[in-house]
């Protein structure tokens, strides 16, 4: 919801609920009528925050065409190219946002394989949130899709975002290309390069030429975060004392390209603004899950969730009766099965984790895989994530399995397997979050020590002390 778009739609609702307006253009919002985790009064939500990648609202006649018609057919299919989830909480005027790498690699509902996250709302919004829920148990209780046009027109619609660039960039793929450093007011289509650019490239003026970034999907959330960040405090100042004529513009602008489920209503969304109204964006916490770089059967290069690490995050944005409890190995039974072809792999396997205080059930021998993974039946996702954090390496893909019993917890070992050692991440797995520069650090209701990682990647649109833009 904030600076994705729909902050904008409130803001000019807002300002014209009192002739009637309102209720007509809200009338002209694309609606999409999804299965959803019913909200409750007073409770905090969840807001899905899409940002789709589908080139069939580019014309072809648009100067950019070019551009972005790579990736993706102008008339074909669609991948979400930004993924977050936005926790609202009214009564105590906070939002946190949870942003998810799009070559994460998960369990896709409906599918019963893994892939890339993105690729789970290639057949509409529902999937999404569907694997949303199995995989990370965040129940999503609205939905808000923004498109390329959507985005570009929202950041037109408010005059432009400043961000500042200590020197030259640029990222070939999506278009940005920063000739002069310092203040720069990105416009619509500045502002969508940016925010899309995985490929970024400075200029060291030491050595007198281009250098990657090299951080990837990783680094792009960062930047789409000090984006977002900013835009909802552009927003606030430009909607102040707006007229009708250009309210009528703006609206226009927005409402054609945007689409939200059709439980979100008119009624919701001016409750939000009077809400939000004044809201401080220094101080919506950012979330960027812990990740490492894996390589997949089939040769792909993705991200793999360090399940353990990102609990506390997960419960954030978890009813409380829901949050994730701690695990000792103790309380954990597990069976080993060897898949990886050393012979007594799985016997030395299991005398390791015994060590280490988990209960073995028995071993045994599996198809040969070439990939290290832990299997649980239902109720056991969360003893299976222990099993997998004493993996060597972090490696070991968490699967769910309906052959499996209740309760049951099975490692599979893989050609890949490195062996097993302390899980160094239960003693350090809290938040790894952010908040704007100078303010309090993300936390989480869990019973985890709270961390702090530094973003990810070149801080471009984040000015130095001392420089506002």
């Known amino acids: 919801m904030l600076g994705t778009g729909i902050v904008v739609v409130l803001a000019i609702l807002g300002a014209v609920a009192a002739v009637g307006y309102s209720e007509w253009r809200f009338s002209q919002l694309h609606k999409e009528k999804l299965k959803l985790a019913k909200p409750v009064s007073g409770v905090p939500q969840n807001y899905l925050i899409v940002g789709s990648d589908s080139r069939s609202v580019i014309a072809k006649s648009d100067p950019d065409y070019n551009v972005f018609k790579g990736g993706t057919d102008a008339t074909g299919g669609q991948r979400s190219d930004t993924i977050m989830v936005v926790r609202i909480d009214p009564a105590k005027k906070t939002a946190k946002l949870l942003s998810f790498p799009r070559d994460l690699w998960v369990p896709i509902w409906g599918t019963g394989a893994?892939?890339?996250?993105?690729?789970?709302?290639?057949?509409?919004?529902?999937?999404?949130?569907?694997?949303?829920?199995?995989?990370?148990?965040?129940?999503?209780?609205?939905?808000?899709?923004?498109?390329?046009?959507?985005?570009?027109?929202?950041?037109?619609?408010?005059?432009?975002?400043?961000?500042?660039?200590?020197?030259?960039?640029?990222?070939?793929?999506?278009?940005?290309?920063?000739?002069?450093?310092?203040?720069?007011?990105?416009?619509?289509?500045?502002?969508?390069?940016?925010?899309?650019?995985?490929?970024?490239?400075?200029?060291?003026?030491?050595?007198?030429?281009?250098?990657y970034d090299g951080t990837g999907d990783l680094g792009r959330i960062t930047r789409q975060q000090i984006f977002i960040r900013t835009l909802v405090g552009r927003a606030e100042g430009k909607l102040t004392g707006i007229n009708l004529i250009t309210t009528n513009n703006l609206v226009h602008s927005v409402v054609k390209n945007l689409k939200v489920d059709s439980s979100f209503s008119l009624s919701d969304m001016l409750g939000l603004l009077g809400d939000y109204k004044y809201f401080d964006a220094n101080k919506l916490q950012t979330f960027t899950l812990p990740t490492t770089p894996y390589v997949t059967a089939g040769g792909a290069d993705v991200l793999h969730l360090q399940t353990l690490a990102a609990q506390p995050m997960f419960d954030a944005f978890r009813p409380s009766n829901q949050q994730s409890s701690t695990l000792k190995p103790s309380q954990v039974t597990v069976s080993v099965e060897n898949g990886g072809g050393v012979t007594g792999e799985a016997s030395r396997t299991a005398a390791k984790l015994t060590g280490f205080g988990f209960t073995v059930s028995g071993t045994g021998n599996a198809t040969n895989s070439a990939t290290?993974?832990?299997?649980?039946?239902?109720?056991?996702?969360?003893?299976?994530?222990?099993?997998?954090?004493?993996?060597?390496?972090?490696?070991?893909?968490?699967?769910?399995?309906?052959?499996?019993?209740?309760?049951?917890?099975?490692?599979?070992?893989?050609?890949?397997?490195?062996?097993?050692?302390?899980?160094?991440?239960?003693?350090?797995?809290?938040?790894?979050?952010?908040?704007?520069?100078?303010?309090?650090?993300?936390?989480s209701t869990a019973s985890t020590t709270s961390t702090t990682a530094p973003p990810v990647g070149l801080q471009a649109g984040s000015p130095p002390p001392g420089v506002k833009c």
Not at 156 to 183: H, Q, W
Not at 394 to 409: E, F, H, I, M, R
């Open 114 to 211: 893994s892939q890339r996250i993105n690729t789970a709302y290639n057949n509409g919004p529902q999937p999404l949130i569907n694997t949303i829920e199995q995989d990370f148990g965040i129940p999503i209780n609205h939905y808000v899709e923004v498109n390329f046009d959507s985005f570009r027109d929202v950041v037109n619609a408010i005059g432009g975002v400043p961000l500042y660039f200590s020197t030259r960039m640029r990222d070939k793929n999506s278009g940005l290309d920063i000739e002069t450093p310092g203040c720069v007011t990105l416009n619509g289509d500045q502002a969508l390069s940016f925010a899309r650019s995985r490929e970024l490239q400075y200029y060291d003026t030491k050595v007198g030429y281009w250098k």
């Open 372 to 443: 290290t993974s832990v299997h649980y039946g239902t109720g056991a996702q969360d003893q299976a994530e222990v099993v997998a954090s004493y993996v060597t390496g972090g490696s070991a893909q968490v699967t769910a399995d309906p052959n499996l019993a209740a309760g049951a917890v099975e490692l599979v070992i893989g050609s890949d397997f490195q062996g097993i050692s302390h899980a160094s991440s239960t003693t350090s797995s809290g938040v790894t979050g952010s908040t704007a520069a100078g303010a309090t650090t993300g936390s």
